[in-house]
């Protein structure tokens, strides 16, 4: 199979597992010739259609030049969305590839600062467009994918229904604002979690750095905190003055309890450290935290399914307001951390923002982060913890759309 098929399947990998009826493609490619009798078994040996589905698409790589076009054949037939899906892939492979190339080499907070318009202007019209934390092993395959921020002008977006700009939140700063990173991997005695060091986090703050700088945020990262310098940071950022700034994110990554995150000396409530981001200095602009941690130590089952105001004048915001709090898991249960990809929550993060950031706004990206989340399944060699799930909790007291690149969305 040609590299440009094997890329179609993996970047597309997620929704085919999702929906792809893996033992009728397959009865259809045993009988073309494309899969063998063992193959065929193979496939059906899987519990669920997700297991099926994983062991088609992990066979058909191996199968020839022909696997793919018949792979597409079947779908037709079976499953035409999906064809639909992974030919576009295909087609555009060499030209997506040479785009991510130039955003990776191009793009920096300081180097698109040109492209921003002055006065900050967006326009009139914007469419709408629609482990544990401990080490453990995911069935997830996360592709990974360039931002093309600026995109071209023939695929730009046209304008689907026209919305006020001031439902908007303001984004004309570069940097848009500061982004913080704080990976805690490895911890103290006194923090009670030194014999579980978070193997994978470093991958998890790698693509989190790379996928901020790229939005246009002034990236910093802070590695193993205690609780008095995570405080210290923490503090600092409350009185900053973002006067110049259009937004804060904070992501931590570390262990955790409902409503509790631990330092590398011991543990900080969640609370108190949003205490600190409700002073007047960031009144009106989106503060956005996510967190990998677990937040209990109950495992998730899962179930089979069928398928601005004008500048002059001032307003009274509720201290409470302008904050996106995005947690890896519900409360009560574990969050899942892969010891060589990272984390299920942050590397879907990583691929629906590099994949979605310059058309969409941010609630729902969030919301395309817990579909994606929620396709993985662990797996471990333990049954108590394995072919568990998870979901994210996205709690948003946003009062606005946040686009990271209204610009681009606007209609010429």
Same mark, same amino acid.
């Given at each position: 199979?040609?590299?440009?098929?094997?890329?179609?399947?993996?970047?597309?990998?997620?929704?085919?597992?999702? !929906?792809?009826?893996?033992?009728?493609?397959?009865?259809?490619?045993?009988?073309?010739?494309?899969?063998?009798?063992?193959?065929?078994?193979?496939?059906?040996?899987?519990?669920?259609?997700?297991?099926?589905?994983?062991?088609?698409?992990?066979?058909?790589?191996?199968?020839?030049?022909?696997?793919?076009?018949? #792979?597409?054949?079947? %779908?037709?037939?079976?499953?035409?969305?999906?064809?639909?899906?992974?030919?576009?892939?295909?087609?555009?492979?060499?030209?997506?590839?040479?785009?991510? &190339? @130039? $955003? &990776? =080499?191009?793009?920096?907070?300081?180097?698109?600062?040109? @492209?921003?318009?002055?006065?900050?202007?967006?326009?009139?019209?914007?469419?709408?467009?629609?482990?544990?934390?401990?080490?453990?092993?995911?069935?997830?395959?996360?592709?990974?994918?360039?931002?093309?921020?600026?995109?071209?002008?023939?695929?730009?977006?046209?304008?689907?229904? *026209?919305?006020?700009?001031?439902?908007?939140?303001?984004?004309?700063?570069?940097?848009?604002?500061?982004?913080?990173?704080? +990976?805690?991997?490895?911890?103290?005695?006194?923090?009670? /979690?030194?014999?579980?060091?978070?193997?994978? $986090?470093?991958? !998890?703050?790698?693509?989190?750095?790379?996928?901020? +700088?790229?939005?246009? #945020?002034?990236?910093?990262?802070?590695?193993?905190?205690? @609780?008095?310098?995570?405080?210290?940071?923490?503090?600092?950022?409350? =009185?900053?003055?973002?006067?110049?700034?259009?937004? %804060?994110?904070?992501?931590?990554? =570390?262990?955790?309890?409902?409503?509790?995150?631990?330092?590398?000396?011991?543990?900080?409530?969640?609370?108190?450290? /949003?205490?600190?981001?409700?002073?007047?200095?960031?009144?009106?602009?989106?503060?956005?935290?996510?967190?990998?941690?677990?937040?209990?130590?109950?495992?998730?089952?899962?179930?089979?399914?069928?398928?601005? *105001?004008?500048?002059?004048?001032?307003?009274?915001? *509720?201290?409470?307001?302008?904050?996106?709090?995005?947690?890896?898991?519900?409360?009560?249960?574990?969050?899942?951390?892969?010891?060589?990809?990272?984390?299920?929550?942050?590397?879907?993060?990583?691929?629906?923002? +590099?994949?979605?950031?310059? =058309?969409? !706004?941010?609630?729902?990206? /969030?919301?395309?982060? +817990?579909?994606?989340?929620?396709?993985?399944?662990?797996?471990?060699? !333990?049954?108590?913890?394995?072919?568990?799930?998870?979901?994210?909790?996205? @709690?948003? /007291?946003?009062?606005?759309?946040?686009?990271?690149?209204?610009?681009?969305?606007?209609?010429?």
């Amino acid at each position: 199979m040609e590299q440009i098929h094997r890329d179609a399947l993996r970047s597309n990998r997620q929704a085919l597992i999702q !929906d792809l009826e893996a033992s009728k493609i397959a009865s259809n490619l045993y009988g073309t010739g494309i899969l063998d009798e063992n193959d065929k078994d193979k496939v059906n040996a899987g519990d669920t259609n997700a297991d099926r589905a994983e062991k088609l698409l992990d066979i058909l790589p191996r199968k020839g030049p022909k696997a793919f076009n018949a #792979f597409c054949d079947a %779908l037709k037939d079976i499953s035409p969305h999906l064809e639909q899906l992974i030919n576009p892939a295909t087609t555009q492979g060499k030209e997506a590839e040479t785009d991510d &190339r @130039v $955003t &990776r =080499t191009s793009v920096h907070p300081r180097s698109v600062a040109s @492209v921003t318009t002055s006065s900050g202007a967006i326009g009139g019209k914007v469419p709408i467009t629609a482990s544990e934390d401990g080490p453990s092993e995911s069935s997830g395959d996360n592709p990974d994918g360039g931002l093309n921020i600026f995109g071209s002008g023939s695929s730009r977006p046209r304008p689907s229904e *026209p919305i006020d700009i001031r439902s908007m939140y303001k984004m004309d700063k570069s940097p848009r604002g500061m982004a913080i990173i704080i +990976n805690n991997k490895t911890f103290l005695p006194s923090s009670g /979690m030194h014999r579980y060091p978070r193997n994978g $986090t470093d991958v !998890d703050r790698d693509a989190l750095e790379k996928t901020f +700088n790229r939005l246009m #945020f002034n990236t910093l990262v802070y590695n193993n905190q205690s @609780v008095y310098e995570t405080q210290k940071i923490f503090k600092g950022l409350a =009185t900053k003055d973002f006067s110049n700034e259009n937004a %804060l994110v904070v992501c931590i990554l =570390t262990h955790g309890e409902e409503g509790i995150l631990y330092a590398t000396d011991g543990t900080i409530l969640i609370k108190d450290m /949003m205490g600190w981001f409700k002073g007047s200095n960031l009144v009106g602009k989106p503060k956005v935290f996510i967190f990998q941690a677990c937040q209990g130590h109950e495992y998730m089952d899962g179930k089979d399914a069928t398928d601005a *105001p004008p500048p002059d004048k001032r307003v009274q915001i *509720p201290v409470e307001a302008d904050f996106l709090y995005a947690y890896s898991t519900v409360p009560g249960y574990y969050s899942w951390r892969n010891s060589v990809n990272g984390s299920w929550f942050i590397q879907s993060i990583v691929e629906v923002f +590099n994949k979605y950031a310059k =058309t969409t !706004d941010l609630l729902t990206m /969030m919301t395309r982060v +817990n579909a994606l989340v929620a396709t993985y399944q662990s797996r471990t060699n !333990d049954p108590y913890s394995d072919r568990k799930k998870q979901i994210p909790s996205i @709690v948003s /007291m946003l009062r606005k759309d946040l686009y990271f690149f209204p610009n681009n969305l606007v209609d010429s």
